[in-house]
């Protein structure tokens, strides 16, 4: 609805079913982990359309359509998509667009992301803005659909109300997502004979159906006990009501029909869905777009006997592997069997709320807080010094490799006129120190100018650290300090609470990409050690690791694939504080011996707390 003046205030309305001779578009969303209903593009939804009509219980293999999602699989039977290599599983949904509208025309609406990328809008919302565009509105007001931005066309820019941030936005055409008329087909019988169609009737065949119709009576009747007011509901669009009468919860807001009116009273503005009913016809493919997340804030109880599989399995606890897992649920719900996928707890991140008066700090530590600052390099001593300071010359090396280039030690070293060598001969041989590890000078000199030219050297055999190593972390703050609170596995003990925070800022020249900006995400991460004698030591060295700039540095993050991004580095944290769902938290009884070794590994030990 337009606002008094130029600009246009939107009511977030929603999409009932459309009569069933009319086209509508069909658009297939997946729900992301805050509970936003993202579309998949055209191209992907009329792949999926076009494995629908072959077999609407069979699976849909994204990788086919687009190289980006090829882990990915849709399981029509269960609709949910699942990730092969990780075993994570998420609802998806077919929703049903007018055709008037901008999935219809192939218009996407797409915003900047900090990567310089482009990210489109969820379809409601880009539906809204085109809507809006068409009717030659200067801006839009997103407050009605949940989100606080404006919409500026004359710009093409976004803008955060609340802190006034501006992101371009874009209007591009791209293929238009799929058309389809009359009623959704009906999925089919499995299994079915190779030529009439009927069910087969072998033995294994004959146990899968009864089976299956076992299951399906003791899930119709744990339903009626659930929703003993709830009718049946048509798997067309056609017939009577779809929804029973009586006011429901629906994604955290009541599901009204908002004055919308179809034929056949399909829906009608005094009908409304019940919290967690079932959606009808093909397992949720007619789902309408007013009931958004239907289902999704109750759990119906699970019936007796009917195994219970866990959607994400990341404590390692249990008997399969995540993967295997969620594979075993697209299988036996392809076969008929009874299955419920349940979703593995949350973890619990955080403690509870302490007040400021309850944060102590940590006894025998000095202070509660420790920045650093960009990197200072040392000009005193050049490359060429810094390698002579840790090695003894040999002057009959044995015949065996150099493992840095790989040549034998008896002869030249294979950085021999790639490498500006300032007076090293390429056929000197150094012996290390501590370790006695043997390698070409010249080979010595090329992997210290390779790294962060700190003063100190690394063997690249054993790992023994000459000098003393420092990293490339960004500048940022590291505060530490006791909270009244105890975890998991050390319920003698309070808990020190450790918070990093780093900036967004610009590499730097000992960083990958000199000059370019870099992102850090998830910042301020807050961390948890006992508060034990062992923990205070730990706490103790991630200090001297922390000015040594060794906790973080910039890379490509594991998790994401994004680049130039603020990453661990190799010395593990614990992030989960009342959980080990993740692998990141307590209890875990060998976890403080293992972050010793590692800082052990980094040059870090007890012998720097005495200097």
């Given at each position: 609805m337009a606002r008094q003046g130029s600009g246009a205030m939107l009511a977030s309305g929603g999409l009932g079913f459309p009569p069933q001779n009319l086209a509508r578009v069909v658009v297939w969303e997946w729900l992301n982990e805050h509970g936003r209903w993202r579309p998949y593009s055209a191209a992907v939804c009329h792949h999926i359309e076009n494995v629908l009509k072959e077999d609407a219980r069979g699976s849909v293999v994204l990788g086919q359509v687009d190289v980006q999602l090829a882990p990915y699989v849709i399981d029509l039977q269960s609709m949910?998509?699942?990730?092969?290599?990780?075993?994570?599983?998420?609802?998806?949904?077919?929703?049903?667009?007018?055709?008037?509208?901008?999935?219809?025309?192939?218009?996407?609406?797409?915003?900047?992301?900090?990567?310089?990328?482009?990210?489109?809008?969820?379809?409601?919302?880009?539906?809204?803005?085109?809507?809006?565009?068409?009717?030659?509105?200067?801006?839009?007001?997103?407050?009605?659909?949940?989100f606080c931005y404006l919409i500026y066309f004359s710009s093409m820019s976004q803008m955060n109300r609340q802190t006034q941030r501006k992101r371009r936005l874009r209007r591009r055409m791209d293929l238009a997502y799929p058309l389809t008329m009359g009623s959704i087909p009906k999925s089919q019988s499995w299994p079915v004979g190779t030529s009439t169609g009927t069910p087969c009737s072998c033995p294994q065949c004959l146990l899968v159906n009864?089976?299956?119709?076992?299951?399906?009576?003791?899930?119709?009747?744990?339903?009626?006990?659930?929703?003993?007011?709830?009718?049946?509901?048509?798997?067309?669009?056609?017939?009577?009501?779809?929804?029973?009468?009586?006011?429901?919860?629906v994604a955290g807001g009541t599901a009204k029909g908002e004055g919308l009116r179809v034929p056949n009273g399909a829906f009608s503005p005094s009908q409304s869905l019940p919290a967690g009913a079932p959606l009808s016809g093909l397992n949720n493919l007619n789902q309408p777009g007013t009931q958004r997340g239907a289902g999704l804030g109750a759990r119906a109880a699970v019936p007796p006997g009917v195994p219970a599989l866990p959607v994400k399995n990341l404590n390692g606890t249990g008997p399969v592997h995540p993967a295997l897992a969620g594979m075993t649920g697209i299988l036996m719900c392809a076969a008929g069997l009874p299955v419920c996928l349940t979703r593995a707890p949350k973890p619990i991140l955080h403690p509870p709320p302490v007040s400021k008066s309850d944060i102590k700090p940590v006894p025998g530590i000095n202070g509660i807080?420790?920045?650093?600052?960009?990197?200072?390099?040392?000009?005193?001593?050049?490359?060429?010094?810094?390698?002579?300071?840790?090695?003894?010359?040999?002057?009959?090396?044995?015949?065996?490799?150099?493992?840095?280039?790989?040549?034998?030690?008896?002869?030249?070293?294979?950085?021999?006129?790639?490498?500006?060598?300032?007076?090293i001969k390429p056929e000197l041989v150094g012996k290390l120190g501590?370790?006695?590890?043997?390698y070409h000078l010249l080979c010595l000199l090329a992997m210290y100018n390779n790294g962060n030219k700190d003063g100190s050297l690394q063997c690249p055999t054993c790992k023994a650290i000459y000098g003393e190593k420092t990293g490339t972390q960004p500048p940022g703050k590291m505060e530490f300090h006791l909270i009244p609170h105890s975890l998991p596995g050390?319920?003698?003990?309070?808990?020190?609470?450790?918070?990093?925070?780093?900036?967004?800022?610009?590499?730097?020249?000992?960083?990958?990409?000199?000059?370019?900006?870099?992102?850090?995400?998830?910042?301020?991460?807050?961390?948890?050690?006992?508060?034990?004698?062992?923990?205070?030591?730990?706490?103790k060295l991630l200090i001297v690791a922390w000015d040594r700039r060794l906790i973080f540095t910039i890379g490509t993050s594991n998790t994401t694939g994004e680049s130039d991004t603020v990453v661990w580095n190799e010395i593990h944290h614990k992030t989960e504080f009342g959980s080990n769902l993740t692998g990141h938290g307590y209890p875990d009884p060998n976890y403080l011996d293992n972050v010793l070794a590692e800082l052990m590994a980094q040059g870090v030990s007890e012998a720097n707390l005495k200097d």
């Open positions: 949910h998509q699942f990730r092969q290599d990780t075993g994570t599983m998420r609802p998806v949904r077919r929703n049903f667009y007018d055709p008037s509208s901008a999935p219809g025309k192939g218009i996407v609406w797409e915003w900047e992301n900090d990567n310089n990328s482009w990210t489109p809008y969820d379809m409601d919302i880009c539906i809204t803005i085109q809507n809006a565009y068409e009717k030659q509105h200067p801006w839009l007001d997103l407050s009605s659909l949940g009864s089976t299956r119709a076992a299951s399906n009576a003791i899930l119709a009747s744990q339903r009626r006990k659930l929703y003993p007011g709830a009718v049946r509901q048509s798997s067309t669009f056609a017939g009577g009501a779809l929804w029973p009468a009586g006011t429901g919860t807080c420790r920045k650093t600052k960009k990197k200072h390099l040392k000009k005193s001593k050049t490359p060429e010094d810094v390698v002579r300071r840790y090695i003894q010359k040999v002057k009959n090396p044995p015949d065996e490799d150099c493992t840095i280039c790989m040549e034998r030690l008896v002869t030249s070293s294979g950085y021999e006129g790639v490498l500006s060598h300032g007076g501590k370790c006695g590890h043997m050390y319920t003698d003990s309070k808990t020190i609470r450790i918070v990093y925070d780093i900036p967004t800022g610009i590499q730097g020249p000992e960083h990958p990409n000199p000059g370019k900006k870099f992102t850090a995400r998830g910042f301020p991460r807050h961390c948890y050690l006992p508060d034990n004698e062992k923990g205070r030591k730990v706490l």
